[in-house]
């Protein structure tokens, strides 16, 4: 299974930005893309990765604190992509962002564990 991101760039604080994830691979894996779970991640320098969102097989969604009412996490099944909205940007939001999939549970803390990565995508907020 193979995860590239995109959307990813430069904007001012209160500004938006949509970030996709594309996977590819899965038909050559035991796994199914309608029922993965899937998420996405960030990390920014010096700091701990941080789970920002998550997405079960069942569509169901989970945020973490920092980003919910402002981020919305959803997929295409049929098109094998995880989208990533990103409302209200600030300058904390600054960091690279991953999407990742496949793992047994579902939720932002456990999104940095899941077994398959993309190589991230670069978000940065000024003031």
């Known amino acids: 299974v193979q995860l590239v991101e995109s959307g990813g760039g430069s904007v001012q604080a209160g500004g938006s930005l949509r970030l996709s994830c594309a996977a590819s691979?899965?038909?050559?894996?035991?796994?199914?893309?309608?029922?993965?779970?899937l998420g996405w991640f960030r990390q920014a320098p010096g700091k701990e990765r941080e789970g920002v969102a998550a997405?079960?097989?069942?569509?169901?969604?989970n945020y973490a604190d920092s980003v919910k009412g402002r981020f919305t996490i959803s997929k295409d099944n049929a098109a094998s992509t995880l989208y990533l909205q990103m409302n209200s940007l600030a300058p904390e939001d600054t960091a690279m962002y991953f999407c990742?999939?496949?793992?047994?549970?579902?939720?932002?803390?456990?999104?940095?564990?899941?077994?398959?990565w993309g190589p991230g995508t670069q978000v940065t907020v000024s003031s």
């Open positions: 990742a999939a496949v793992g047994r549970i579902c939720v932002p803390t456990t999104v940095p564990l899941l077994r398959y």
């Open positions: 691979g899965y038909t050559d894996s035991p796994y199914t893309y309608s029922r993965s779970c």
């Open positions: 997405i079960d097989s069942d569509g169901n969604t």
